[in-house]
């Protein structure tokens, strides 16, 4: 994918369209998506820095009955991911960028870096509750965090 922040959305969709009849996700394909859209925002944004003579690989396996592993890798000079500050104190609560990688941990089963920050791998395993079926954004301040960024993110797509 080029490291252009207008290519996420499609190649996102794409991607969904494709894992689908894997049925490897099943009730479990927005907290994919969510979490797929902020590995690769992150990959074009601060691992590339939207340089566009670099790519973001991404590789996915699904398996029915098992689940489904993305692997998301820029080519920048990576990170560390114990240095990123907490979001649910009251200071990240109010910045404007610092979600996605907790977003990305709530979302999914499994989040590990590689490569010195610069891949990410995420897993998502067959869960008998759907994320749909999250509580109310009142029942918890990591669900109020959720929701905020989603309606964020909602409306960016509006635009």
Request: proline letters at 5%.
């Given at each position: 994918?080029?490291?252009?922040?207008?290519?996420?959305?499609?190649?996102?969709?794409?991607?969904?369209?494709?894992?689908?009849?894997?049925?490897?996700?099943?009730?479990?394909?927005?907290?994919?998506?969510?979490?797929?859209?902020?590995?690769?925002?992150?990959?074009?944004?601060?691992?590339?820095?939207?340089?566009?003579?670099?790519?973001?690989?991404?590789?996915?396996?699904?398996?029915?009955?098992?689940?489904?592993?993305?692997?998301?890798?820029?080519?920048?000079?990576?990170?560390d991911p114990s240095a990123v500050p907490n979001p649910l104190t009251p200071r990240g609560l109010a910045a404007e960028h610092g979600r996605g990688l907790h977003l990305m941990k709530l979302m999914?089963?499994?989040?590990?870096?590689?490569?010195?920050?610069?891949?990410?791998?995420?897993?998502?395993?067959?869960?008998?509750?759907?994320?749909?079926?999250?509580?109310?954004?009142?029942?918890?301040?990591?669900?109020?965090?959720?929701?905020?960024?989603?309606?964020?993110?909602?409306?960016?797509?509006?635009?």
């Open positions: 994918m080029p490291s252009e922040t207008e290519a996420v959305s499609p190649t996102i969709e794409q991607l969904m369209r494709l894992i689908e009849p894997w049925c490897c996700i099943r009730g479990d394909e927005f907290a994919v998506e969510l979490a797929l859209r902020e590995a690769l925002n992150n990959a074009v944004i601060h691992g590339n820095r939207l340089d566009p003579n670099k790519f973001v690989e991404i590789r996915c396996r699904c398996e029915r009955g098992k689940g489904i592993w993305l692997t998301v890798s820029d080519q920048g000079t990576g990170f999914m089963d499994e989040v590990s870096f590689k490569r010195g920050g610069s891949e990410v791998h995420m897993r998502k395993g067959i869960t008998r509750k759907s994320t749909t079926d999250l509580p109310k954004p009142s029942e918890g301040v990591e669900r109020q965090f959720a929701a905020s960024h989603l309606k964020a993110e909602l409306a960016n797509r509006k635009l």
